[in-house]
């Protein structure tokens, strides 16, 4: 058996003890062939006509400087100067992953689209169907090229922020909207045969104001810094280009030069700030406006945000494939294939937890009881709160049954403690198998995933 399941009875318990690293590629090869099948069969259960599908993208570093689909590109990570791949990730509305595709990491998220709208209507045999993506995604020359044109699909996704300053610009983004409610639909020509659902929500405008205070701070000091050297005694800055080339660098780190104005001469530098722009922007804080072509008969306003803040849940996916569970990183493959069956294994990977979180949401974090969490929402705008019965576990850290609640992560390795020994007695000639004596959380776990560890 591989070294790393020495420690482990995992490789007994499914028959591969004595496998070798040759036959684990030729696993990975086997089952890279069977991707287009295993995704239709996944998509046959869980989409159907007029389905909501979630799709998203993230990207990843590959170590080594072999694989063809290793580029350099805009990195999610922050992992500057290292070659990474891309891969876009399909999900049903709450969260189970349907599909993967793996790209070139230096793939920008529109041009994903296409491929995966050809998988949805050639391979899963969909024709209608609804694409939620982020506004990075779903772009208006997206919506022009390759939604729109195809009859049966429709979408949701969010406006960016200079088409929410055109509207604003355009008087339709009147404070009194959100008087009453902090939600309202508005209509403009710029979007022929689409809704606007435009949201305020007043957590997320203080959140944005005190990061705008503090960048305007941050980068007055800087400019600051700028203006003294243009008047220090020993070598004084001078020339409008060098001025120029230190402030250029300033406003390029913190995106904040429509904020300021300047004057650059040949030995002197002033500056301040851009009250008018500062307060136009400003105005617009906490807004954020929903796009869909369905209509009102197809999803309400509220159902439409709702769906759309559904994307946090392939976030999830990423987060637990990424860095939590199942740590997709480190890739040492050279070969595409390889990288691609190294993806499609890890969504499998998530799809499994997805259902063992859904079996354990009792003994877990994880809020159980989604509808009571949702009426305590004054609004689909508001942020999430916690159901009774989440708020509950949260603060005792016990089940009503008086058992530890876990994260999934520590209720595996809790469930990890439970072994299976080979006791041999060489005087009798005796030996048997024992599974330890399981504790009641473990029995419990055990019972809600519908296993019987001693039969294993």
Known sequence: MMNDTLTSSLGECVGVEDTNEDELYEAL?????????IEKK???RHLQEGSLVLYDLTSTWVEGRSCPLAKLGYSRDGKKNKLQIVFGLLCERGGRPVGVEVFEGNTGDPATLGSQIRKVRERFKLNKIVFVGDRGMITEARIREELRPVEGLEWISSLRAPQIQRLARDGMLQPSLFDELDLAEIHHPSFPGERLIACR?????AERARKREAMLVSTESKLEMIRKATKRDQRPLRGKDAIGIRLGRVFARSKMGKHFRYTITD???EFERNNENIEREASLDGIYIIRTSLTEEAISADEAVKTYKGLAVVERAFRCCKTVDLKVR??????????????FLCMLAYYVEWHMRKA???????DDDPDGAQAKRSSIVSPATPSDSAQAKASTKKTPEGLPVHSFRTLLSDLATVTKNRVENEAHGISFTRVTRSTPLQHKAFDLLGINPRTM
């Open 29 to 37: 090869d086997w089952l890279l062939s069977r991707q287009a099948a």
């Open 42 to 44: 996944l998509a046959q």
């Open 201 to 205: 929500n007043p957590l997320l405008a």
């Open 267 to 269: 030995d002197s530098f």
């Open 330 to 343: 480190p890739i040492y493959h050279y070969t595409a294939e390889r990288v691609r069956a190294h993806i």
């Open 360 to 366: 354990l949401v009792p003994i877990l974090f994880d």
